[in-house]
């Protein structure tokens, strides 16, 4: 059978060709020329190959979105404080107060009123939940800018050599801490507030105020909450995605949801050659190779088990007993909060209804006081 060439070299979309320069053994010149592979030389589906690089791909573009949101709203609150020229809000920073949104969620839900000091957040927020039913938690898999840190951080945990996994007698008492911290948020916010107590909340300077307070958390951290960061990035050096997988409360509620979802990776155990390279692959450890469907609720959708499969056809993913194009898992999600995005601004429900001099005021207030 004749050597076939993969990449710039095949006819293919520019964005196929981009992604090829991208593969980890590529940028270390190890490969040249490939044995034929159904698998991934097929035009119809996916191509296994192209999903790691394309995830780092994804993955560092919503990083530098977020990042990029992050310096748009340090200058805002900079101009409130009156240092610098003014910066406009940028609403997308409220994507990151999921615990804000739940409260607003319940309150909409029981009301029917939408959020209107931080309603970019609630759309964000309802955005990933459907995103998790469809396309299981592709958002933490693709989206979410600490899955990128936690791949850097095990990696580089590995190249110390000082990484490890957890045994399976310490992975279920690790597993239960995310699942406790979201069981206490939700217990306060669905059972202990009412929507008096909600409404009240929202208006608080404290609501108005959050923003500049998780800003002021990364500038001016106190001694305990420096202590407790850098503990999670050295811990992150030796356990392999140890926020995404056993302590955050916002991927326990998104892998509940998932665990619901009709997509999910599916083995065929007369593939398989039980040589365990997905296990290995996998950020979240889930023993696939045991699996006929994976519904795991830490499965984060990476597909990078797919991509670690020597054996072609014996992973793909599938809903209803029907073969989904694995591509599905990002495009849905990124699609999901797309629309989304783009049906809040044209309804009016993704901008603040506060004026930016109100937020100088209570900024200026919360530093004071
Ligand atoms: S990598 Fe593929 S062949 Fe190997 S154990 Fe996993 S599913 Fe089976
Ligand atoms: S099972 Fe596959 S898709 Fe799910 S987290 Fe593990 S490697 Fe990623």
């Not at 748009?72 to 003014?86: E, I, M, P, V």
């Not at 909340?201 to 307070?213: C, E, G, H, K, L």
């Amino acid at each position: 059978m004749p050597d076939v060439l993969v990449g710039p070299e095949r006819p293919g979309p520019l964005c196929r060709r981009i992604l090829y320069h991208l593969m980890p053994e590529r940028l270390l010149g190890k490969l040249r020329v490939m044995e034929p592979d159904p698998g991934t030389i097929n035009s119809g589906k996916c191509d296994r190959r192209l999903i790691p690089p394309a995830r780092k791909l994804i993955q560092a573009a919503w990083t530098l979105f977020s990042l990029y949101t992050g310096w748009q709203f340090y200058r805002f609150y900079s101009w409130a404080l009156h240092y610098t020229d003014y910066t406009p809000r940028p609403p997308a920073v409220e994507a990151f107060l999921p615990i804000d949104a739940l409260m607003s969620l319940k309150r909409l839900i029981m009301t029917g009123s939408w959020d209107p000091i931080h309603p970019a957040g609630l759309a964000f927020f309802i955005a990933v939940l459907a995103g998790a039913f469809f396309f299981r938690r592709g958002f933490c898999g693709w989206v979410c800018p600490v899955g990128l840190l936690s791949d850097i951080t095990w990696k580089a945990g590995q190249a110390m050599k000082i990484s490890f996994t957890a045994p399976a007698w310490l992975r279920y008492p690790l597993l239960s801490i995310k699942y406790i911290l979201l069981g206490f948020f939700v217990w306060i916010i669905l059972f202990r507030m009412d929507n008096a107590s909600i409404s009240s909340f929202m208006q608080s300077p404290y609501n108005i105020t959050v923003d500049a307070r998780m800003l002021e958390f990364f500038l001016h951290p106190s001694p305990v909450s420096t202590l407790a960061v850098v503990a999670l990035v050295l811990l992150s050096f030796t356990t392999r995605h140890l926020w995404c997988t056993y302590l955050c409360p916002y991927g326990a509620l998104l892998g509940l949801i998932a665990a619901c979802s009709p997509l999910h990776v599916r083995r065929n155990p007369g593939l398989c050659l039980e040589c365990r390279k997905c296990e290995t692959a996998c950020p979240a450890s889930i023993r696939i190779w045991k699996k006929q469907n994976v519904r795991a609720p830490e499965c984060i959708g990476c597909l990078e088990c797919l991509a670690a499969c020597p054996e072609t056809g014996c992973l793909d993913t599938a809903a209803a007993g029907q073969t989904v194009p694995c591509w599905a898992m990002p495009a849905g999600v990124t699609a999901i909060i797309i629309a989304v995005w783009l049906a809040a601004l044209l309804t009016g429900h993704w901008h603040t209804t506060l004026p930016d001099n109100v937020f100088r005021l209570y900024y200026l207030g919360f530093l004071a006081g």
